[in-house]
DNA sequence: TTCGGAAACC
DNA sequence: GGTTTCCGAA
């Protein structure tokens, strides 16, 4: 059921552990949601490798403008949030496909440690990311 | 629906 | 800096 590859380490939901801003940001929400089985009606990994659908965009819209106390909040503004993280290489548009993004894992892990940079950031091994994901989980397990 | 500029907000 | 808000264009 739940494919190993997409197992986050505990840190890459906890806000406090993105130097730089102590709220929450939109994509540990995403992936907090993704994680959590009550909310496959609404969000759920489907398709290609890091890919996921956005099944109820106005539910989703909802629910992350309670986290973020903005009340109207809606999917316009939630998807240009989105787009915001094409340039930063966290997301990319699946294109074709409605409502689709994908994550680029490989950058999950540069944002919260950069000092990787150089061991992530060969695109002929797009699974790198994800093994050192699980590494890390791991890690965080033993301590 | 999706995109990205521009300005405002915190 | 990371959105939020608004919006014209494709």
Redesign the pocket.
Known sequence: RSHPCFAFPDWAYKPES?P??R???????ILELLQKEEYQGVIAWQGDYGEFVIKD?DEVARL??IR?C?????????????????N?RIL??T?G????YKFNFSKVVL?NYPLLDMTLSSPSHPHLGCRILLWYRLKMKEM
């Open positions: 993105s730089g801003s709220q929450i940001q939109l994509w540990h929400f965009p992350w403008g973020k903005k009340p109207h909040m809606n999917y316009d503004k939630l998807s240009r949030a989105l787009r915001y993280y094409y930063k990319h548009k294109k496909k409605r409502f689709t944002v």
